[in-house]
């Protein structure tokens, strides 16, 4: 099983360009989330879903869009890219109940210039 | 709403020492635990979970009791290793609300 499958690994973005962070996986899993990771932050959540066609926003929405038109995939798109926007993007998935961890991407390091 | 609060880093400690890393949560109900770790470069994985109180999870020698009385999950290892060295965090996941809360990471260095 691969699992949780994030492309790119690195990407470099001008400011004011657009760009989609891809997400996918193959563990039939319900929910799938965005976090991104900043020195001293932790992790912050950025749009999740429940199920195909569900979507919500996290703590941090805006300049993200998402979209869930399968189960297996989970794309996040940056709108118009900002410097504040440089950071780590990891994706991960999970069953329904709060019994179960959530899998890891191994991320996308972003940094807009 | 949901929190974790987790001990502040970083942390350093020699090679067979004992650690513990400290974390406290809120929560209404009784949420799902757990630590996940990650090494330099890497995503997170899950280290290790516990799903109701006086649960104890544990792998890899690190263990973790689940005490709903004082709201805690704090992390022990017995003998650390240079292969430990790592940012831990901690989190919940609860009932009806099954976004992972996430404490902010303590970074661990093991020297030899």
């Known amino acids: 099983n691969a699992g949780v499958t994030q492309t790119p690994k690195f990407q470099v973005l001008k400011t004011g360009q657009s760009m989609t962070l891809q997400c996918a996986q193959d563990m039939n899993h319900e929910y799938m989330s965005w976090y991104r990771q900043d020195p001293g932050m932790g992790l912050r959540l950025i749009h999740y879903?429940?199920?195909?066609?569900?979507?919500d926003q996290g703590e941090v929405p805006n300049g993200y869009n998402v979209s869930r038109s399968t189960t297996e995939d989970f794309p996040l798109r940056l709108l118009s890219a900002a410097p504040s926007q440089t950071s780590v993007y990891f994706c991960a998935s999970s069953p329904r109940g709060k019994d179960y961890g959530y899998t890891f991407g191994s991320g996308t390091r972003l940094t807009v210039v | 709403g949901n929190s974790v609060t987790q001990m502040e880093g970083p942390v350093t400690l020699s090679e067979e020492a004992f650690l513990t890393i400290n974390c406290t949560y809120t929560a209404t109900g009784y949420p799902s635990l757990f630590w996940y770790v990650q090494y330099p470069g890497e995503g997170l994985q899950l280290l290790l979970k516990a799903t109701k109180a006086d649960d104890k999870g544990s792998n890899k020698g690190f263990e973790a009791t689940y005490r709903k009385e004082t709201t805690s999950f704090h992390l022990e290892k017995g003998s650390v290793q240079v292969s430990d060295s790592a940012v831990y965090f901690c989190a919940l996941r609860g009932f009806g609300n099954e976004k992972l809360t996430f404490g902010t990471g303590t970074r661990l260095t093991i020297i030899p």
């Open positions: 879903s429940v199920g195909a066609g569900i979507t």
